[in-house]
């Protein structure tokens, strides 16, 4: 955990934030959703270089009328865009 009461990336009341989460929300401009997590790709959590970090999102629907689901994906492409190499 890092201390960083002003960045404008931490959302907590406390004024800190764990490291690879402050490094994906550098990277991408803003801060971390709720729903979205930040995942370290060699499992080595003291790991937080960009290349070893990837973004998850919990934010998935788990069945529903194809409309709906086609209206969600519209959603996820207008928020993260298309590229996936961004990610």
Do not use: C
């Not at 529903?64 to 994906?73: E, K, Q, S, T, Y």
């Not at 928020?79 to 990610?87: A, D, P, R, T």
Request: glycine fraction near 6%; avoid cysteine.
């Amino acid at each position: 955990m890092l201390d960083a009461p002003k960045s404008d990336y931490v959302t907590s009341k406390s004024g800190r934030i764990f490291e690879h989460r402050l490094v994906m929300s550098q990277k991408l401009g803003r801060p971390l959703f709720p729903y979205e997590q930040v995942h370290h790709k060699n499992g080595v959590r003291s790991d937080n270089r960009i290349e070893n970090l990837e973004l998850w999102s919990k934010n998935q629907p788990i069945g529903g009328r194809v409309r709906d689901l086609i209206i969600w994906a519209k959603e996820i492409l207008d928020l993260y865009g298309s590229e996936e190499s961004n990610f």
